[in-house]
């Protein structure tokens, strides 16, 4: 990555991970991942694979650092949906809805990880109470946040004007 995308990449990751742990911790309307969205949105970048995984465990950590979860729990799951991003990314540039559909899908698969691995380590329970909502809830809100910031931020990330303009 450029010093500019890098940079770029730090500011929006400190931004999201802020908005994060305070205020949609505290909302129960509109609960977006913002942190897991930006992992998703950078795997959508020219970034290396490899690259991509590092960024999205340490963002994971960070999380999991300021929470009260296990440690590496968001982490892991961040690096699975990130590995999945990654592999999938191709099916992301078709337009401005699969964006957020992609973005929705991948979300899920996190949410539904997170929530199985944190029934294991006893942070939640698979049939507690919020479960059923978070598993919906925060899915769309990611979708919309894709449908709408998807593409600005990739062109950002990337520093490529042209990435996910659509006709």
Do not use: C, H, K
């Not at 961040?78 to 401005?96: C, E, K, P, S």
């Not at 929705?104 to 919020?130: D, I």
């Amino acid at each position: 990555m450029r010093p500019r995308s890098l940079l770029a990449l730090a500011t929006l990751l400190l931004v999201a991970v802020i908005l994060q742990t305070t205020l949609f911790s505290q909302t129960s309307i509109f609960i977006p991942d913002v942190v897991l969205f930006v992992v998703i949105m950078l795997a959508a970048t020219r970034t290396r694979a490899e690259a991509v995984l590092g960024i999205a465990f340490l963002a994971g950590l960070v999380v999991d650092l300021l929470g009260s979860a296990v440690l590496g729990l968001r982490a892991i799951t961040f690096a699975v949906v990130a590995y999945l991003a990654v592999r999938t990314r191709n099916r992301a540039d078709i337009g401005r809805f699969t964006t957020g559909l992609w973005v929705g899908l991948l979300t899920l698969a996190g949410v539904l990880l997170l929530v199985t691995v944190g029934t294991l380590f006893g942070q939640s329970v698979l049939l507690g109470e919020g479960v059923v909502q978070r598993i919906i809830l925060v899915p769309l809100a990611n979708m919309v946040l894709g449908w709408i910031f998807g593409p600005m931020i990739v062109r950002l990330l990337d520093g490529d004007t042209t990435a996910f303009r659509y006709a």
